[in-house]
Each structure stands twice: as C-alpha cells, then as structure tokens.
C-alpha cells in the first residue's frame, strides 16, 4: 500500500496539536499564565497562541489565503481549537496535494522558497512547542498527553499488538 507520507506526518501533527490544546484547557489561568522556571520563555498560554499563529502563517503561505485570525489578546480554548482545526486541515490538504499548489516554488521577504521548507518547518515548529509545553505541564504536576508517533499510531490502529 502506498501511502501519503507527507499526509501522515500532518495529521499526526493536527492531532497532536488538538491533543496538547486538550490538556491545557483543564489549567487555571494562574497554571496558563505560570513563568516556566527552566529554559523555556513564555507560559503555557502565549506558547499555545504562538503555536497556532505560526501554523495560520505557515498555511497562508503555501495557500495564498488571508489570516483567518488575527487575535490581539490569547484566544480561549474553543477559538484555539477552531484555529487547529482549520489551519491543521489547510496544511493537510496541501500534503494531499488536492490544491496542487505544493508543486510551485513562492518568493517572500527576500527569499525564493521551495514549498516543501514550509512543510518541513510547520511540522518541525509544531514539535519544538508541545515538547516546551508537556515540559511546563511535568512543572506543574501536571502529567501531560503522550502525542508521539507510536501512541498516534496506536489511536489510528496503524499500530497493533499482534496477538496469538
């Protein structure tokens, strides 16, 4: 079976976002807006924005579509699931290539770029922040989700224990 490996990585990475947005939606503001003692910068909340705010670029900028959002405070969880949703499905249907706007290379801020850099970026940034975040939440006591590879292969049954 072939299967769309670029598209996999993205909706492990959609799902992934939707899952740490889940778990810090239970935090008091007090937790949400906690400065990490560790050698993270910012709190949970300006991190989860920024999370999202970079993938509605990363989006805008393959897609040629203008921002959907434009917050001027830190959203509330429903607007930062919405945000998840429809970036996270604006990127999966580039993976997909249903727009076939991944085969053209785009010009921005003095730059010429191949669109795959973009892709590349979106999933590698997205990692980076959860990671910071689950840390902030272990600082907490707070035990966060288990977003990896194995455990999202394990809830799309990609990955099952064969049994005798």
């Known amino acids: 079976m072939t299967e769309n490996v670029l598209a996999k990585l993205i909706e492990h990475n959609n799902w992934a976002n939707l899952q740490i947005i889940q778990a810090c939606a239970a935090l008091s503001d007090k937790q949400l807006d906690a400065e990490p003692e560790t050698v993270t910068k910012g709190s949970i909340r300006l991190t989860l924005q920024h999370l999202m705010e970079a993938q509605q670029s990363y989006w805008t900028q393959l897609s040629n579509v203008a921002p959907h959002f434009n917050w001027q405070a830190p959203p509330d969880f429903a607007e930062l699931r919405r945000a998840a949703s429809i970036t996270g499905d604006g990127l999966l249907a580039l993976a997909r290539d249903e727009s076939n706007k991944l085969q053209t290379t785009f010009q921005k ?9 973009v892709m590349v970026q979106a999933i590698n940034h997205a990692t980076e922040h959860r990671e910071q975040i689950k840390s902030m939440l272990n600082s907490l006591g707070v035990t ?20 005798t």
């Open 144 to 163: 966060p989700p288990r977003i990896d590879g194995w455990q999202y292969g394990r809830v799309t049954n990609a990955l099952t224990q064969i049994t």
């Open 109 to 117: 801020d003095d730059y010429t770029i191949e669109p795959w850099v």
